[in-house]
């Protein structure tokens, strides 16, 4: 099956600095990448997701990339706020049967 | 209604006792999921329903039961669990299975076993 690798576990950052959240999958198969917010206590959100066909994608502060060949994509938050500390999965699916969650990076934002 | 709701909130149950967690959405998605989460880990995939028909399940032990009497609506029924079981479950809601839609989540229910 897929395996998702997370990189850092923690970050902590600036108010107002970048913030750059690493994944790595194993299946080539795998052609959805969606990225979950989830702030402590609640649901996880879908922030922004990227398809195989795709190499970047932007959402006003927040971006996503994807190498195909290398197997791995990352999440980029640009002028942080403190609102954006939260914990931060990726994920992998093959056609969306089955999403494969990455491990976890709690962010946290110093004001 | 853009929203998977689930009840109850918070349970708290021994190991012999029987209980239902629940699981509603009315966006006409045909696929629904359960998930588990233990602190600061990711979702575990339980099971998956797609057109109201079990269509993955994880290997994960019959102490727990999952029902799905109509497509709005998603169960989960529990006997006698373990300490080891408890933890935040949550359902969640796409399109169709297979498709590569959003999935959304509930806000969970945080289960407590005694």
């Known amino acids: 099956g897929e395996n998702v690798e997370q990189h850092p576990s923690t970050l902590s950052v600036q108010e107002g600095d970048s913030a750059v959240i690493k994944c790595t999958y194993s299946?080539?198969?795998?052609?959805?990448f969606p990225w979950y917010k989830q702030e402590l206590g609640k649901r996880p959100q879908l922030i922004i997701d990227?398809?195989?066909?795709?190499g970047e994608k932007k959402d006003q502060r927040i971006a996503v990339t994807l190498n195909k060949t290398a197997k791995h994509f990352s999440l980029h938050i640009t002028e942080t706020q403190p609102e954006d500390s939260a914990v931060y999965f990726c994920?992998?699916?093959?056609?969306?049967?089955?999403?494969?969650f990455g491990t976890g990076t709690s962010l946290t934002v110093i004001p | 209604d853009t929203e998977v709701t689930q009840t109850p909130k918070h349970l708290v149950m021994g190991m012999t006792n029987k209980k239902s967690l629940k699981c509603e959405q009315h966006m006409g998605h045909r696929a629904m999921y359960w998930y588990k989460q233990k602190a600061k880990k990711p979702p575990e995939l339980m099971f998956v329903?797609?057109?109201?028909?079990?269509?993955i399940n994880e290997s994960v032990p019959s102490r727990f039961s999952p029902e799905c009497p109509n497509s709005s609506l998603l169960n989960l029924h529990l006997h006698a669990l373990q300490p080891e079981d408890s933890a935040l479950y949550l359902c969640?809601?796409?399109?169709?299975?297979?498709?590569?839609?959003?999935?959304?989540f509930g806000p969970g229910t945080r289960l407590t076993v005694l």
């Open positions: 329903y797609s057109y109201e028909k079990l269509s």
């Open positions: 299946d080539s198969a795998s052609n959805y």
């Open positions: 969640a809601s796409s399109q169709v299975q297979g498709a590569n839609n959003e999935q959304f």
């Open positions: 994920a992998a699916s093959e056609h969306g049967n089955q999403f494969y």
């Open positions: 990227i398809r195989s066909n795709v």
